[in-house]
């Protein structure tokens, strides 16, 4: 779908930090679709829930409440792509189940633009690529669950970096519904190459 670069939200305000769901998305993507040029307004609680691989490309966020990309229900093989120009004030950009490539990405005063669920009912091995990202103002690049297998490989020579706390985070994580422990802060290894 190209959205014509026309704003599009949900006409509500942001409910803040607590978990939305599909129910909440602007836009909801089935497995395989693509969606460009469309811009994500500021009154909504999700911005876009793929159901599959999936592929976003030329999407601005004017702001993200909640998540502005949830990828579920993907095959841990499959990959999908988010490459977005610009993200805003962003919590959580992107939280996925399966492999995601972020690259060509703008992303400024933001609290993280990846993080792997650390707390679902069901865990798998999470894989992402970030590249060519200029990120500024924000704490956290990428998040893993190590414990899980999950990896993070960050191109930190096409990246560019202003005012970021970290650029990968590990952590214990859970399928109880519990706050994930951090592991380690802004060190490269197994499971955060940078």
Not at 53 to 70: G, K, L, Q, S
Not at 132 to 147: E, F, P, Q, T, Y
Request: positive net charge.
């Amino acid at each position: 779908m190209s959205g014509k670069n026309l704003r599009h939200s949900r006409g509500v305000k942001c409910g803040g930090q607590k978990e939305g769901g599909t129910k909440d998305a602007v836009f909801i993507l089935e497995s395989g679709a693509t969606i460009s040029n469309v811009v994500i307004g500021a009154n909504q609680n999700e911005g876009i829930h793929c159901q599959g691989p999936c592929t976003i490309r030329n999407v601005w966020f004017e702001d993200v409440c909640e998540d502005a990309i949830t990828i579920s229900r993907a095959l841990v093989q499959r990959r999908s792509l988010v490459e977005v120009p610009r993200t805003p004030r962003t919590s959580r950009s992107t939280q996925r189940r399966s492999l995601v490539k972020i690259d060509s990405y703008c992303v400024q005063d933001f609290g993280k633009l990846y993080r792997s669920c650390g707390n679902c009912g069901t865990q798998v091995k999470r894989e992402v690529q970030i590249s060519n990202v200029i990120a500024r103002n924000g704490k956290l690049l990428a998040g893993v669950n190590s414990n899980f297998g999950d990896v993070a490989t960050i191109d930190t020579k096409s990246n560019s970096y202003t005012s970021l706390t970290s650029v990968c985070d590990t952590f214990q994580g859970n399928n109880k519904g519990d706050e994930p422990t951090t592991l380690t802060k802004n060190q490269s290894n197994a499971s955060c190459k940078f």
